[in-house]
């Protein structure tokens, strides 16, 4: 990054072609479509090389680039937000993956579909990112307490809707 | 998929075993977006961290611009005794200034002196005027 710092757009090739997978697993996990994936990849990207000069290499690099990838992904969530005249809000279709729609099979779309976006996200940084509480407040702009204490209640939360889910399965099959 | 036991630990294996992989470069994302990159230069690419040593010196000057300014701040509010005040022995009431400056018929020696205090307290009121409003003002 001191290089790039100091105005070497071609290392910042190597920097990119790390963060590609990271960031295109970040922006799908939390629920942006494939299409504006691109779109948010070139800006985090564009904004980490103008940001170079400012990072500290003392600090670990990944959770410094998730950080800006979550703040572009939050100003284009802002920006797409839709907004519907109450009267007609009974008609608007759920725009939700069909995936998140139904149980899945898989254990973080089973998370997606149950929890809030905001507790969502927080798993996915603790137990996709493999990021540190410390390194979530930073990113959220949280205490690393309250991040401990948010993480605890999505545990909760998810534990149970689980439980829930594994009764109804047997229930369902004692029935047949 | 099994969810029996649920304990903490569980459920954390569960979510970091069952997180999807990375997938692969794509090189024409990473190609378009240093495309973008070209002609523009970082903010703050000449910026230097400071030494060490000048950080210290920096502290230690600050320290003593804090402890200076601690100083000079005492120093101005700590009471001083008050400096060319007038001595003043007795002063008259004001209500009687009227009978001492209509007695014309007092003899000369007298008259001189009365019209001495006088003036002595029209000066002595025009200070206590001005110096009570230094204190209001």
Same mark, same amino acid.
């Given at each position: 990054m001191r290089i790039v710092a100091e105005?070497?757009?071609? #290392?910042f090739r190597v920097i990119a072609e790390a963060l590609d997978p990271r960031l295109a697993r970040f922006f799908s996990q939390l629920g942006v479509p494939e299409a504006d994936r691109d779109d948010l990849f070139q800006e985090t990207c564009l904004r980490l090389y103008r940001a170079a000069g400012a *990072?500290?290499?003392?600090?670990?690099?990944l959770p410094w680039a998730l950080t800006v990838a979550r703040r572009v992904m939050l100003n284009w969530h802002r920006a797409r937000k839709p907004t519907v005249p109450l009267e007609e809000a009974d008609d608007v279709?759920?725009?939700?993956?069909a995936q998140d729609r139904c149980a899945e099979a898989d254990l973080w779309g089973f998370a997606r579909a149950r929890l809030s976006p905001g507790d969502y996200e927080l798993l996915w940084l603790r *137990?996709?990112? !493999?990021? !540190?509480p410390a390194e979530i407040a930073a990113m959220t702009r949280r205490t690393s307490v309250h991040v401990r204490v948010l993480l605890y209640r999505a545990r909760a939360t998810l534990a149970r809707a689980l439980e829930r889910d594994e009764a109804a399965h047997n229930g369902n099959r004692g029935d047949t | 998929m099994r969810r029996n036991h649920l304990s903490p630990d569980t459920l954390e294996n569960a979510l970091r075993q069952s997180a999807p992989a990375l997938g692969h470069v794509d090189a024409t994302r990473v190609g378009r977006a240093c495309g973008r990159l070209a002609g523009l230069r970082p903010h703050g690419a000449t910026r230097q961290q400071p030494h060490p040593v000048a950080k210290s010196f920096l502290r230690i000057a600050a320290g003593l611009i804090v402890a200076g300014s601690a100083l000079l701040l005492l120093k101005s509010t700590a009471p001083r005794p008050s400096g060319e005040m007038p001595h003043l022995v007795s002063v008259p009431y004001f209500s009687e200034l009227g009978t001492w400056a209509g @007695?014309? @018929? #007092?003899p000369d020696a007298l008259a001189n002196e009365s019209a001495n205090l006088v003036s002595d307290l029209a000066t002595l009121t025009a200070v206590l005027n001005e110096r009570s409003l230094c204190i209001l003002f």
């Open positions: 105005g070497d757009a071609n #290392a *990072y500290d290499p003392q600090r670990p690099f279709p759920d725009r939700r993956p *137990y996709g990112e !493999e990021l !540190e | @007695t014309p @018929t #007092a």
